[in-house]
């Protein structure tokens, strides 16, 4: 792992001066488009993508049709996305023919796998830029060299270097999402991201914290601290500092403005009770684990090469509702892994109804290419695995529901976020369990911690009233 040199650094804001300058001598000033897929790691590095973009001098428009500068942050995990961003990229072609000067740039995971970004170079001509998201903070010199009618692709592979300072341009308060590390080193056998996002490597906590303290002074309330397996944050393997992750959490926590502290993603084998006791002291650490599973069965875990059995699991979550009897916990699974059998899927309903789990997000099993699993021949047919799915679905979606109507008739304490998706009346926040609450109320509470009795449970959400 590196840091980006000085010189690296001058040399992408000599490249930022030239863009700008070439803008500003424009009539009106152009308009870029940054549409990002994935996680929420993908959603912070589009947020310094439009960092940088507005200090080339671009106005942020979420039109990529009207725009000068189209980027499209892309998601390698799963086929869908993979599809859904050929489609997307390829309905750009009649604006392009429109606009010639229009700049198509795609980026992110999926351009790291040679056999995407080799389709986008042969049959997507009107594509510009290809990079992955090792070379994210280059934007400034790729987007230079495209102005200048070069198409310019940089996918090299590389562990990555970690670049400080790019600029970020933020969702509206109350959240701020903080990188604290890039890349993986566990290799589940299922999974691209080690390939395309490369080795583990922590941020500084001093370049963290500062980050931090940079947000609450802009009026964000609460942070959600990002990465891959927050557990493994300044591990000696990706770090020269010998702080943990639960030491960064408390020191996060005294940054003064900052009400609320959250995390993604805690990797069950690495979850310490270093960490549990940290939740559970501070007030400021929201009362939520993502804890992902995959499969309930000892003999799939071992493919996936997960690191722990269903009981190791168990007793891990056990430890935390023991500590912190009113936590959220949610987790991942992933149905029809190629080795998983029927009774392998019926372990994984007996640790979903074991677990009471407030939500899963269930996914079917996605080959990706240059995994150990994309080898694997699957057992049991496509039919098979959505009936399960859906079983899966139904078996949860119950549980979810009991897990809400616990809820009804009690207050909680809500930081609202904004209006209500489907209800202009009514106002978006969260618990500190991270459940939504809609309710009636005003714009002016946005950013603001409410007092909420909560009326009504659904599956997915709570309804409550606002206490006086
Ligand atoms: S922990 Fe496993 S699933 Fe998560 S990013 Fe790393 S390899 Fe992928």
Known sequence: MREITPQQAKYQSECTARVKKLNLSRESAPRACVVTYGCQQNESDSEKLRGMLCEMGYLISDDPKTSDVVIFNTCAVRENAE????????????AK????????????????QPHISETIKSKYNHVDIVFGPHALYRLPEILERALKKNRVFEVENSDGEIAEGIPVLREPPPLAKVPIMYGCNNFCTYCIVPYVRGRERSRKAADILAEVRSSAEQGYKEVMLLGQNVNSFGNPVNSDENISFPQLLRMVCKTDGIERVRFMTSHPKDLSD?????????????????????????????????????????????????????????????????????????????????????????????????????KMNPFLTDEEIHRNFDRLLEVQNEISKRKNDEYVGRVEEILVEGESKTNPEYMCGRTSGGKTVNFKGGVELVSKLVPVKIIKAQTWSLTGELCD
């Not at 599809?83 to 009649?94: I, S």
């Open 97 to 112: 023919r429109k606009n010639p000067d229009m700049i198509i740039g795609v980026c992110g995971c999926m351009m790291q």
């Open 274 to 374: 270093e960490l549990i006791y940290a939740i559970a002291e501070e007030d400021k650490i929201c009362k939520q684990l993502h804890l992902p599973i995959q499969s309930g069965s000892d003999k799939v875990l071992r493919d996936m090469n997960r690191g722990y059995t269903a009981e190791r699991y168990m007793e891990r979550l056990d430890r935390v509702r023991e500590l912190i009897p009113d936590i959220t916990v949610t987790s991942d699974i992933i149905v029809g892994f190629p080795t998983e059998t029927n009774e392998d899927f019926e372990d994984t309903l007996d640790i979903i109804r074991r677990a009471r789990y407030d939500m899963v997000f269930s996914f079917i099993y996605s080959k990706r290419v240059g995994t150990p699993a994309a």
């Open 83 to 94: 599809l859904k961003v050929f489609g997307n990229v390829g309905a750009l072609k009649h």
